[in-house]
């Protein structure tokens, strides 16, 4: 360890200062988070948390002063002085209090955190992400007697609620806020809203807190928390806030660790078959319910086992790799790339007519054609790829096919079959389903 405060931290836990494990375990986690960084700033951080957890146990008496913190020890003239670190006042143990833990449960005459947390040991990791979100969000609300609480998550540079909404303008206007490492917000009357921001609130007065849900710097949620009085939180309500977001934080990132185990292809990272198969039966029913098109290109890399034969397996995956990067490059936001088996990949391209395909799809064959993979084996050496593509569309292709299964099932097969007309043609091309000819080019 590099840092005096690194230093600090061992001689604590060596100390006789009490049960460290008998401390709050989302605390140490956030210690050891900050001590394995390696870093003087962090190590501060560290020491500071494990500090606080002391005091509030009673261990310690933290004095504030204007050039730092001061510990000292209960029963003893030793004390502590930590001073802020370099580089301007710290945000990070604001919003996450140490100590909280055992000070919310102790003013928990209802139970309901000590409930919640019982949950997250028990029966959460068998709840879905949403039911979980749920249950904290009805912690919040009757823990603080709130009006309501929403979660509104990021994916893929879009903000929905677990059930799919779209997050109001009060929320989406903070989103730069946050995504820069921005505090919570906290809005104690909603008179000072705009009346753009106001007209979709549950009421026009009250008050609301916006709360960002992060993981050191990654913001991948935000916690909406209304109230039709007007009052301003309490420091206490704004800890009980904190730890209980801290919670749903935690479960969205073991959520989404879980999705990449599950739905990442971890050589190529794009989307595994299993994410495929779920996602174009959603796709189909949403092109149903809103009469928009669901274009569907199989794209296989040509003479796959001749580089693996040649180059080594090594260099195959290289291939894959660089294929892969390069398709989830050139689509949209909203298409989906993912690895359908072997050297073939299924790509979804929601609302996409034909035409819009073939220029979609022409790209996606030229760019891999014009970006060749460079080895190590010898300077300047590089393999240049090409791309197969068959493409078919829902509903041009399948009119008439009854059932979404027997539609998606129809889907694969006809673009299966344009993939293979494509190779037999010479390979490095696109081919759509039917005749076997792409759509004319528009004049």
Not at 191 to 196: C, G, I, K, V
Not at 213 to 229: H, K
Not at 328 to 346: C, M, S
Request: one cysteine or more; glycine letters at 8%; hydrophobic letters at 40%.
């Amino acid at each position: 360890m590099s840092s005096s405060y690194a230093q600090l931290i061992e001689r604590l836990l060596k100390a006789p200062t009490g049960d460290f494990e008998a401390l709050d375990s989302p605390l140490l986690r956030l210690a050891e988070e900050c001590l394995a960084r390696e870093e003087p700033t962090e190590h501060w951080r560290a020491a500071r948390i494990l500090l606080d957890a002391l005091a509030a146990r009673g261990r310690f008496v933290r004095e504030d002063s204007g050039e730092g913190v001061r510990y000292i020890r209960t029963g003893s003239l030793e004390s502590i002085l930590l001073l802020p670190p370099a580089g301007g006042p710290e945000r990070f143990i604001r919003p996450i209090a140490p100590g909280l833990a055992r000070e919310l449960l102790a003013r928990d005459s209802s139970g309901r955190i000590e409930a919640l947390l019982a949950d997250l040991a028990t029966r959460m990791p068998q709840q879905n992400l949403g039911e979980s979100l749920a249950r904290i969000a009805t912690t919040v609300e009757e823990s603080l007697g709130v009006s309501s609480v929403q979660f509104y998550l990021r994916e893929q540079d879009e903000w929905r609620s677990p059930a799919g909404s779209i997050p109001p303008p009060y929320v989406l206007g903070y989103e730069r806020h946050f995504l820069n490492g921005g505090d919570p917000v906290y809005i104690p009357d909603l008179q000072d809203l705009r009346e753009s921001e106001r007209s979709t609130l549950p009421a026009r007065r009250g008050s609301l807190l916006l709360y960002p849900l992060r993981v050191e710097n990654d913001t991948f949620g935000v916690a909406a928390v209304f109230d039709r009085r007007v009052r301003p939180y309490t420091e206490n309500a704004l800890r009980a806030v904190a730890f209980l977001f801290l919670i749903a934080a935690g479960r969205v990132q073991s959520e989404r660790r879980l999705e990449r185990l599950i739905y990442i292809d971890p050589l190529t990272g794009a989307f595994t078959r299993r994410y495929f198969d779920e996602q174009i039966m959603r796709e189909l029913e949403r092109s149903e319910r809103d009469n928009v098109p669901l274009t569907l290109a199989m794209a296989d890399l040509d003479d796959f086992k001749a580089i693996n034969d040649t180059h080594g397996h090594p260099v195959g995956d290289r291939a894959l790799t660089h294929v892969s990067g390069l398709l989830i490059q050139n689509v949209r936001k909203i298409d989906l790339v993912t690895r359908y088996g072997g050297e073939e990949f299924a790509i979804l391209l929601p609302g996409a007519p034909l035409e819009s395909s073939r220029i979609i799809c022409e790209r996606l064959r030229s760019e891999i054609a014009d970006s060749p993979l460079r080895l190590r084996t010898g300077a300047g050496t590089s393999l240049t790829l090409t791309l197969s593509i068959g493409v078919a569309c829902f509903p041009d292709h399948i009119a008439g096919s009854p059932g979404r299964d027997k539609v998606r099932h129809e889907l694969i097969e006809r673009a299966d079959a344009a993939l293979y007309e494509a190779k037999r043609l010479g390979k490095n091309q696109v081919v759509f389903s039917e005749a076997g000819q792409s759509p004319p080019a528009s004049s």
